[in-house]
């Protein structure tokens, strides 16, 4: 019952519910919303069934025409019925209504339409669909130029089907859970559930997964089969029951199994409340499962095809299998006045299910030698049959109303007599089954053409699996069952374990062919282009003759027909779509199917919310936020944070009244007047060791390291192979095998990941060992005249003469008794003397050196400080002095590059002449003629700035800031052909149409003669 006002209206009645039969729960009404209007269904149905049952068969509009569609199909595969499910932050777009399970007070909305379904403006491209063939967005919207900012604003808005919730801040939980087993099972039809008994009885651990609700596949749809004297449904409840009992299997219904990677893992989601109205606070919605399986067992499943003919995608015309499915699991009849076309035995079987519910039939069968016991049985009980004939053209507005029925030629590609009109509410197609071979796919599995049942399927795996069952081309039950058990003893076998002798059960069932006739499009009567489109991709509107055009352009591979048709591009992947597709592109190239081949399938198999991809990792656990110990003495201390990485560092430290700028200036100052102190704890630390670790960095750096003694360090820059510069920082030799690496903060894992990636592929003989020790070590870096003063009052108990530390150099020491490695290294110029500790004792030697310093005047300087330090003296930052696109040479670094060095990463790239041209990007300074003036960083410079749009950008600002120690502004930038404009003027337009001016200058700004280093 509905409240309206004040009135109470009832639901309208369920017309196409049977009276009996189904597997729904008709003791358990649900009353659910569907585009504002509310009507009534069963526990156990879906959105679809559900709205079949009340009559309603328009759900949506396509992608491109706008036109109608109505539910094709009763699984995943379904191109149609994408619906928007909820309200509020709780709506989510496209999900299957085939899929939807319904509860109380369930809300769904159609999709792409304006102002409604029945009546949508978009309906308007459907009669102009001529204008839009396959590649029109390509051939359009390419001139003018200057309209593309307009073009793309309304491709933008017409792109998409769904609309995501307008709250972005989703209010539902989702979990996440690592799973090991011994084998997998991906599907709980026929041959799924005998892999698992067989698994589970041979002691195996098993996870069996099925994307549907409850187990049994297709069985559960079909009435004329039974198994050791039971119907379907009896015998799935046993197995199940058998499975359940068992500690070591894992049962997991609504689990799609979406995607498989290398080494046998692969990802499931799992809808744990969906289909509740009010689920408990402790689940969540979702759960990932990450699953490393021993051994898969890969049991899809396959798709019925649709047929190809005109007007195949009106409301009313559904799959066969799917008709057979709603009468029997549901309880629905699509249609009272139906017409079943096929070139298949299997659709014989949905016009029985609709004879024996009350429905017309008629049968049309493109095939013209009939025979077999279906067709015996259909003709026995009075359905007419019509052989070598077909559907040429399906007609209605917003459902199917008639259709066209004529003889035709072998395969239907000719009209051989005048057709005959039918009125019909139904049509039930089948153009043969297709394995579902997406995840034997994604495993990197070929496939083989099978010329007798017009399919690919499964032939050779790449990971360690077994296919088994209509995944597998193997479409009968009875063989189906014995190809499950055969997956399941291999699998147990191949994980080790001893197979147990598990018998096959007993099977009654139609005896039929499996073998479909070629039949890929159907003529309509009418000349090439003419009379209604017959589609290959429902969701993406790619009709035949969008496929035939492709060919005749020239887009003759299969991965270029996808693109430039979006054939096989929908939320589907063409399930229901890919096979046609490649049959006509063939046709039209003249060639066998199997040589145009197959396009790839990717995960997903189907889409999977990003909800349950994130899991916890959203908001502030999105990515792991690192403290370094004293990071609770810099909150205490007042100071201001930004994010590096993942690491939280500090800024700079703010007295009362200071504006950012004031304390940067006080801290920049303090650190070349007295001293400063910086938190450096954040820098990569990787340890290096092994016997060839002097040789792993001499082919990993630019410079030579052979022969760096023990206690010294070194600078290097560590390039990509394409030459250009990657990371640099200090290496210290701390023994003949034995090396500290320091990397930049943001690098650290990048670098430590490119290092192992040469280790274990390149150079697999070299004994090197790699380790990161990052967070082992706090770091605290004392720059300044006075740093030396400090170190001695903080009680440190080796001598820091410069004859007896020099200069890039390491000593192990103790300060206040506690064990450090003390560096002699610099970014500011500046006397400095960087000192690592266990990373424990972090906070305790910060503390002390404080309490020491205070009488030097010591001051802590945050990263900004650091910046405009390191920036006086023209040192690199990498990331913001390079983007991937900058050699050594660029930046006036080529010093560094080794010219004696057989070869290092990278070598070979930088002897390209175009390494040298004189026009490259390069690395020099500017001095602003208003000494005051700051650039933004990333402002543009050019020569000439009266020069009309576009302008000739010479390059980019990469660092910029005022200097208190200059008494003015700095800035680095990366400019075309920079040293050849030294002494010379660029110029800096800014959005407001003011205009910078400044002069080209050496990278160095402060010191030119490196005289402070040693204080």
């Known amino acids: 019952m509905t409240k309206t006002g004040l009135f109470t209206r009832a639901a309208p009645p369920q017309l196409l519910r049977s009276a009996s039969g189904g597997r729904i729960d008709r003791g358990t009404p649900v009353s659910f919303t569907f585009d504002g209007r509310t009507y009534q269904g069963y526990e156990g149905d879906t959105l679809a069934s559900a709205l079949l049952a009340n009559n309603v068969h328009l759900v949506g509009r396509s992608f491109k025409y706008h036109r109608p569609r109505g539910i094709l199909a009763a699984g995943s595969e379904e191109p149609n019925a994408l619906v928007r499910v909820g309200r ?59 309209m593309w900012m307009t073009y793309e604003h309304v491709i933008r808005r017409a792109a998409g089907l769904g609309r995501v919730a307008d709250d972005h801040d989703d209010p539902d939980r989702y979990e996440r859970i690592h799973a090991h087993c011994d084998v ?252 579902a071979v997406h995840l034997h796919s994604q495993a990197r599995g070929k496939l083989g053409w099978d010329d007798r049942l017009l399919c690919f399927k499964p032939t050779t795996v790449h990971e360690a699996s077994f296919n088994a069952g209509a995944g597998n081309g193997v479409f009968d039950t009875e063989k189906a069952i014995a190809d499950g058990l055969k997956a399941g003893r291999a699998a147990v076998k191949a994980a080790g374990l001893t197979a147990s002798d598990t018998e096959a059960p007993s099977v009654e069932a139609p005896n039929q062919s499996w073998r479909p006739l070629a039949a890929w499009k159907i003529s309509n009567g009418h000349g090439p282009g003419q009379g209604p489109k017959a589609f290959v991709d429902f969701q993406n509107d790619v009709t035949a003759s969008d496929v ?31 096979i046609n597709g490649l049959a006509i592109l063939a046709d039209a190239l003249g060639r066998e199917i199997p040589e145009v081949g197959t396009t790839t399938f990717r995960m997903p198999y189907t889409p999977a919310s990003i909800g349950a991809i994130a899991g916890r990792d959203i908001g502030t656990l999105f990515d792991p936020t690192r403290l370094t110990r004293m990071d609770e003495w810099h909150r205490a201390n007042g100071a201001t944070f930004e994010h590096v990485g993942q690491w939280m560092r500090a800024w700079y430290y703010p007295k009362d009244g200071e504006t950012m700028q004031d304390a940067v200036n006080r801290e920049v100052l303090a650190a070349r007047s007295t001293a400063g102190i910086l938190d450096a704890s954040t820098l990569g630390k990787i340890d290096i060791q092994g016997p060839d670790a002097a040789e792993f960095l001499n082919r990993l750096y630019t410079n030579s390291w052979l022969k760096l003694g023990i206690g010294k360090c070194r600078y290097g820059l560590m390039l990509k192979d394409d030459g250009m510069v990657m990371d640099d920082g200090v290496t210290t030799r701390l023994a003949d ?132 330090l390191r920036a006086e003296k023209g040192f690199i930052i990498v990331g913001q002095e390079t983007d991937g696109s900058v050699t050594p040479q660029d930046l006036g670094m080529g010093w560094i590059v080794s010219k004696v060095k057989p070869d290092f990463i990278g070598k070979r790239a930088l002897e390209r002449a175009s390494m040298a041209a004189e026009d490259r990007k390069q690395l020099v300074g500017l001095r602003t003629r208003d000494r005051k003036r700051v650039i933004p960083e990333g402002a543009h410079a050019v020569l000439d700035p009266d020069e009309g749009m576009p302008m000739t950008m010479l390059g980019q600002v990469t660092s910029s800031y005022y200097s208190p120690n200059v008494g003015g502004s700095i800035a680095m930038a990366m400019l075309k052909g920079g040293r050849a404009l030294m002494g010379g003027t660029v110029y800096l337009p800014m959005l407001d149409g003011d205009v910078i001016e400044a002069e080209v200058v050496e990278p160095l700004f402060f010191d030119p003669k490196g005289e402070r280093i040693n204080g």
């Open 548 to 578: 035939s055009l492709a060919a005749r352009e020239g887009y003759q591979s299969v991965e270029h027909l996808k693109r430039y048709t979006t054939l096989g591009m929908a939320t589907d992947q063409g399930k229901t779509s890919n």
């Open 184 to 435: 997998l099972v991906a599907g709980g039809g026929v041959a799924g559930l005998m892999a698992a008994l067989q698994a589970a009885r041979s002691g195996a651990r098993v996870i069996l997964a099925d994307e549907q609700n409850e187990f049994g596949g297709w069985l559960l749809g079909e009435a004329d089969v039974t198994i050791n004297g039971k119907a379907p449904t009896g015998w799935i409840a046993e197995v199940i029951a058998e499975l359940a009992g068992m500690d070591d299997v894992t049962l997991l219904p609504r689990t799609t199994v979406f995607g498989y990677m290398d080494h046998n893992f692969l990802t499931l989601t799992e809808s744990v409340t969906d289909n509740m109205a009010s689920p408990p606070a402790h689940l969540p919605r979702q759960r990932l499962w990450k699953v490393r399986a021993a051994q898969t067992v890969l049991a899809q499943g396959a798709h019925e095809r649709p047929l190809v003919f005109s007007g195949n995608d009106l409301p009313g015309v559904m799959l066969s299998g799917a008709v057979r499915t709603y009468i029997t699991r549901y309880g629905v009849v699509p249609g009272n006045r139906s017409v079943v076309f096929t070139n298949n035995d299997d659709a014989y079987r949905t016009a029985l299910a609709l004879h024996t519910a009350g429905a017309h039939v008629l049968v049309v069968d493109l095939r013209r030698d009939l025979r077999g016991e279906l067709v015996k049985s259909v003709r026995a009980a009075g359905i007419e049959v019509l052989s070598g004939h077909a559907v040429t053209i399906a007609s209605g507005t917003q459902h199917l109303a008639r259709v066209e029925i004529a003889p035709v030629s072998e395969g239907g590609s000719a009209v051989l007599d005048d057709p005959f009109h039918m009125d019909c509410d139904l049509l039930a197609m089948s153009g043969g089954l297709s394995p």
């Open 737 to 868: 095998n034995h090396f500290h690496m320091t990397t930049t903060t943001g690098g650290a894992a990048g670098v430590l990941d490119w290092m192992e990636e040469w280790l274990q592929t390149e150079w697999p003989d070299l004994n090197v060992y790699l380790t990161s020790v990052t967070e082992e070590w706090s770091v605290a870096t004392l720059s300044g005249p006075n740093a030396a003063k400090i170190l001695q009052a903080a009680g440190i108990d080796i001598s820091l003469d410069a004859a007896d530390f020099p200069f890039m150099s390491m000593r192990e020491a103790h300060i206040a008794g506690l064990p450090v490695r003390v560096f002699r290294i610099s970014f500011t110029g500046e006397l400095s003397y960087e000192i690592n500790i266990r990373a424990r004792h972090g906070l305790a030697l910060w503390t002390h050196l404080m309490t020491a310093g205070e009488a030097f005047g010591l001051t802590p300087y945050g990263t900004e400080a650091m910046h405009v």
């Open 88 to 146: 509020g932050a709780h709506a989510e777009p496209n999900l299957r209504a085939t899929q939807v399970e319904i509860h109380d007070g369930l809300y769904a909305e159609s999709q792409n339409r304006f102002p409604s379904l029945k009546f949508d403006i978009g309906a308007v491209n459907s009669a102009l669909q001529s204008f839009f063939p396959a590649g029109f967005y390509y051939k359009t919207f390419m001139w003018p130029a200057s």
